[in-house]
Each structure stands twice: as structure tokens, then as C-alpha cells.
């Protein structure tokens, strides 16, 4: 395929951007193409070439499995292009879908998200309508359907706001997994405090995705993808490129403050923070979505501190942590996970249990 684009892609020039920087006529990912031109001349002639040198290494392409798009002056056009006198669909007539994401006629990602969401809904029933207990239907989320929605998340424009809308839909199932009852808050079961369970927060998940989503097209080594590297679209609320920078600005400021130590260990007996002046770029990547999941931890537990009931462990001293882990749970009752839960956020509820148990 490399020796197919290199002999096809000279026959016409790349769109320009604002910058100057001429890109590429011809993308491919593995056997997928993509064709990016400003002239409809500019098309015929390339689909031409490309056409040729398909048929000189003895394959072809397939009209049927193919999509065209012409946009004018920010309108979308009925233009047809064609391979062998075969009529390419356009975008109007058929959907199409590359790298795990769906272009419609209507350049936009509403429909599409409104689609996750069904999936989202669809998902949790099923597995909510399974046999299993509530600790395997939980790790079946955990491992089978958040990993299926995060690609999804990445690929399309989907804001906050339709994040935390998703989010709400998971914590109502995850509590009643738990055997939890509704007045029980989110920041419990996703902090990562006194006690915290094995499982992640989908929004949290989603900023670290796009974060990273972000650094892979902005820090790139390819000069054409660094800068071609667009703004990634999340609303108002929160955009991935004031994160990044406001998370490398703190990375920053922690090289000069040095290592501080914590707890009453000697000097040198804690763990030590890698410098991120002299880290790699794959190590910088690390380290800044693990200051977004620092920081996103952070603020649930300054959302804790204004809860009178659910929030008090906050003020608890001399308290050792407890992460449960999922050989853990698998070996304890349902009663008892629920039971320690709701006694760790000492809720109304955990304080009756607590006191029948006496």
C-alpha cells in the first residue's frame, strides 16, 4: 500500500492550512484510505492514479464499500465521483464508518452520541439481566462495557455535560450492584480515600482518554500531524488542550520544588517521582494523566468535605487505607461488601445496619 499511495500522491498538492503547512492528498491506516483534496478535479485525477496503480498490483477497489464527501463553502453537495464508471455513494445515501467513528450527512456528532447512549442503556440491561451476583455484573462492566464506550468518547466530540449524563446512568446500577441504596453519593464509590473499590469513574476515564488523545496529536514526532493537530471539541466546561497545559505547568512547578517527603519515614525511604524535564515523551503521557486522575480525585474529595454524613471519614486521623481488590471481593458475601461500604460513608443507612449488627 506505501508503494501505491508514494506513486500516486504526486499528481496533485495537499491542502494548505493557516499556518502553511501543506498536507498529505492520500492518508492510510493499514488497508483503509482517505482522500483529502480542495478541487473536484484535484479528486477525479488522484481516484485516476490511484486506480492504475491498484489495478498494476493486481487489486481493487470496491465502489460499494466506498463514501465520498464534497463540501462547499461549509455545504454539503450531491457531487459523485466514480472508480471504473461505477458511482461512489455519497455520504447522504449511506453512512460510513472509519477508525470507530460515523460521519453522517449532517457533519455533526449528535446523533451519535444519542447512539452511545442507547448502547450505554442497552448494555448495563443486559448485563443487569444476567444470573450473576452484583460484584460479577460489576466486573463485567468494568472489563467488558467501559472499555467498549471509551474509544467512542475519544473519536467523537462528546462534551462533559454528556459525560456526566452517562455517568449517572452506570452509578444508578453500580449502586444497586452494590446492594447500596440511592441516597449513597458518587464520590464514595469512586474515591479512592480510607476505602476504594476496584472500579473507575467513567468520566475520569473520559478525561484521561481525551487528554491523552490530545498529547498523542499536539507532541507528535510527524511534523504534518503536529501541526495539523486540531482542537479537540469537549464544550465549555472543560477542554483537553487548558489540561494539558495546566497539568504540564504543575509537573513543572513539582521539578523545582524537589522531592518532599511524607509520613514519618527517613529521608529517601519514600517513593520517588520521576522528573518531568528528564522523562520520555511515553513517560510524559504517563505522568500527565496521572496528575488528571490526582487531580480528579482531588476534587471528590473536596466534594466529600461538604457532606455532614457521607463525607466524614475525611476527618478521620490514624486511619489505615483499604483498597479492595477484585480476589477480595470474590471471596466476600454481597451483605458484607454493601455493609462495609455503607459504614466506611456512614450514611443514615450504614448506621442502622451498624447498630443492628451490635
Not at 171 to 183: F, H, M
Request: charged residues 25%; aromatic residues 6%; hydrophobic residues 40%.
Amino acid at each position: 500500500m506505501e508503494v501505491v499511495i508514494r506513486a500516486s500522491r504526486w499528481v496533485v498538492g495537499g491542502e494548505r492550512t493557516k499556518s502553511g503547512l501543506r498536507l498529505l492528498p492520500v492518508r492510510a491506516y493499514m488497508d483503509d484510505m482517505t482522500l483529502i483534496t480542495t478541487t473536484k478535479p484535484c479528486t477525479r485525477r488522484l481516484l485516476q492514479k490511484l486506480q492504475e496503480n491498484i489495478q498494476w498490483a493486481r487489486m481493487q477497489f470496491k465502489p460499494s464499500k466506498s463514501r465520498s464527501i464534497s463540501i462547499v463553502k461549509g455545504q454539503l453537495t450531491g457531487e459523485r465521483f466514480y472508480i471504473s464508471e461505477e458511482p461512489i455513494p455519497t455520504v447522504l445515501e449511506k453512512l460510513i464508518k472509519s477508525l470507530g467513528r460515523w460521519y453522517s450527512a449532517d457533519l455533526k456528532d449528535t446523533q451519535q452520541i444519542e447512539q452511545l447512549r442507547r448502547d450505554l442503556a442497552n448494555g448495563l440491561k443486559q448485563i443487569n439481566n444476567t444470573a450473576l451476583p452484583g460484584k460479577l455484573k460489576l466486573w463485567c462492566y468494568q472489563f467488558g462495557l467501559l472499555p467498549r464506550l471509551l474509544w467512542p468518547l475519544t473519536m467523537h466530540e462528546v462534551s462533559l455535560s454528556h459525560g456526566n449524563q452517562l455517568e449517572r446512568l452506570v452509578n444508578t446500577q453500580v449502586r444497586k450492584w452494590l446492594g447500596l441504596p440511592k441516597c449513597v453519593s458518587s464520590v464514595g464509590m469512586y474515591s479512592k480515600g480510607a476505602l476504594s473499590l476496584p472500579i473507575s469513574s467513567l468520566v475520569e476515564d473520559f478525561k484521561c482518554a481525551k487528554v491523552r488523545l490530545d498529547m498523542s496529536l499536539t507532541d507528535s514526532r510527524e511534523p504534518v500531524v503536529r501541526g495539523a493537530a486540531l482542537t479537540l471539541a469537549t464544550g465549555k466546561k472543560w477542554t483537553p488542550a487548558t489540561a494539558v497545559l495546566q497539568v504540564k505547568s504543575a509537573l513543572l512547578h513539582r521539578d523545582v520544588v524537589g522531592h518532599v517527603q511524607q509520613g514519618r519515614g527517613g529521608f529517601g525511604l519514600g517513593a520517588l517521582t520521576p522528573l518531568w524535564q528528564k522523562a520520555s515523551a511515553i513517560e510524559r503521557k504517563t505522568m500527565v494523566v496521572q496528575e488528571v486522575r490526582r487531580q480528579e480525585e482531588a476534587a471528590r474529595c473536596s466534594k466529600a468535605v461538604g457532606q455532614a454524613k457521607q463525607g466524614r471519614w475525611m476527618s478521620w486521623e490514624g486511619v489505615e487505607r483499604k483498597k479492595l481488590t477484585w480476589s477480595e471481593l470474590w471471596g466476600m458475601e454481597s451483605n458484607r461488601l454493601s455493609f462495609i461500604k455503607l459504614s466506611f460513608q456512614t450514611c443514615s443507612c450504614g448506621l442502622g445496619r451498624i447498630h443492628l449488627a451490635r
